[in-house]
């Protein structure tokens, strides 16, 4: 069973810059895609971005493409997602989950997530 980590949260002022991590353990993301979710307070859990291990495409939601940025370290154990430009509607707890593809990653709905990590955009 993969077991995710996410990291590298924290309180960021508009227009700045967060590196958020997913690390993987009892297997390398090298067979799974990984998707980036997040939930805001009061609103459901939505797909942000996702990692394509089959060929390395990546996919965006439109409320964050341009800004953020999904990549998969060269160990293939930790999937990153560089997220810049930020808004305070990124407000949120981002979540990662292996995926077995991306696609229809964005209603992908789990029954299992990890603690993720809080991320807050405010001046």
């Known amino acids: 069973q993969v077991q995710l980590v996410e990291s590298g949260g924290g309180l960021v002022q508009p227009g700045g810059s967060l590196r958020l991590s997913c690390a993987a353990s009892?297997?390398?993301?090298?067979?799974?895609?990984i998707g980036w979710f997040r939930q805001a307070p009061g609103k459901e859990r939505e797909g942000v971005s996702c990692?394509?291990?089959?060929?390395?495409?990546?996919y965006y939601s439109d409320s964050v493409k341009g800004r953020f940025t999904i990549s998969r370290g060269d160990a293939k154990t930790t999937v990153y997602l560089q997220m810049n430009n930020l808004k305070s509607e990124d407000t949120a707890v981002y979540y990662c989950?292996?995926?077995?593809?991306?696609?229809?990653?964005?209603?992908?709905?789990?029954?299992?997530w990890g603690r993720g990590t809080q991320v807050t955009v405010s001046s």
């Open positions: 009892g297997i390398t993301t090298y067979y799974y895609s």
């Open positions: 989950a292996a995926l077995y593809s991306c696609a229809g990653y964005e209603l992908y709905k789990g029954d299992s």
């Open positions: 990692f394509s291990n089959s060929d390395g495409s990546t």
